[in-house]
């Protein structure tokens, strides 16, 4: 009885299955899915190659540096770093001296409390402190920016599909909706305070173009700040917010590696001189 309840069982569930399928397939040809605007219109990231990249790949700290440079003076202002404090700039190539001075300039003071009154103030930011952020709370960061809520660009790079080359590609790629756009979806053209990037999942951003023309910045070192050089040096920067310790991963792995090639031919010499005399 128990094997022929369980055969009933199974043919049940496998005509269920059979009768799914059918009905699916059946909707499938009646009403065939519509393309929509972000399927005809989304475009992949473009190709990034970074100094980073790679299994021996290792940070260019003069272009992190002028990444960082890029998010303090246009990013900084929407966008918070909470997982990054000013004494991690150390290893951009920063001075001690220097990450004082960029801890105490910063534009926005970190939040703390008057030991006098116990009431909430700011003070200036100490190399100890994380990057404040440019608003107090989620309720005043969407006030400020058209009920849009800025992402945190700590590990960013991690968080998005593709990376580097997706934030490199969002930055460089905003641009006019096509007519082809307006002609077969006009409901997907971008409405009021959306601007059209076909890097972003729904073709339509809110935050406008950050980097909308060369020379916003003016790299210490010299290095001509056009659009393009600007987005890949905030990009290889974010790639570094993200994973500070990519190098040290690098060089452990490789250590790993030897060691366990060495590991194996010992253990194979060590097994073929065990057993020579068994064997022969």
């Not at 100490?126 to 006030?143: S, Y």
């Not at 950050?210 to 990009?235: C, F, H, N, W």
Request: net charge negative; charged share 15%; with cysteine.
């Amino acid at each position: 009885m128990i094997r022929i309840g369980a055969f009933l069982v199974g043919l049940f569930f496998s005509g269920w299955l059979i009768v799914s399928f059918g009905v699916g397939a059946a909707a499938y040809i009646s009403e065939p899915p519509q393309e929509t605007a972000e399927h005809a219109f989304h475009l992949h990231p473009k190709k990034l190659s970074l100094s980073s990249d790679g299994p021996m790949g290792k940070f260019d700290r003069q272009q992190l540096q002028r990444g960082f440079q890029v998010y303090k003076e246009v990013c900084a202002a929407c966008h918070s770093m909470r997982l990054v404090a000013f004494r991690n700039l150390g290893e951009l190539g920063y001075t001690e001296d220097e990450v004082k001075a960029i801890a105490a300039n910063w534009p926005i003071q970190t939040p703390s409390i008057d030991p006098a009154t116990g009431e909430a103030t700011t003070r200036a930011s100490l190399p100890a402190d994380m990057l404040p952020a440019p608003h107090a709370n989620e309720t005043a960061a969407r006030a400020a920016n058209n009920n849009a809520l800025p992402p945190d660009l700590s590990l960013i790079t991690k968080a998005r599909h593709g990376g580097a080359a997706y934030i490199y590609s969002l930055l460089t790629g905003y641009q006019e909706p096509p007519a082809e756009l307006a002609q077969r979806f006009p409901d997907s053209m971008p409405g009021p305070g959306l601007n059209y990037n076909p890097y972003f999942a729904n073709l339509n951003i809110a935050m406008a173009n950050p980097l909308g023309g060369d020379g916003i910045v003016t790299y210490s070192d010299g290095t001509e700040a056009t659009r393009d050089q600007m987005a890949k040096d905030v990009s290889a920067f974010l790639v570094w917010t993200a994973e500070p310790t990519l190098e040290k991963r690098h060089q452990t792995g490789w250590a790993v590696l030897i060691f366990l090639i060495i590991a194996t031919g010992l253990g194979y010499m060590a097994y073929r001189n065990v057993w020579a005399g068994v064997k022969h």
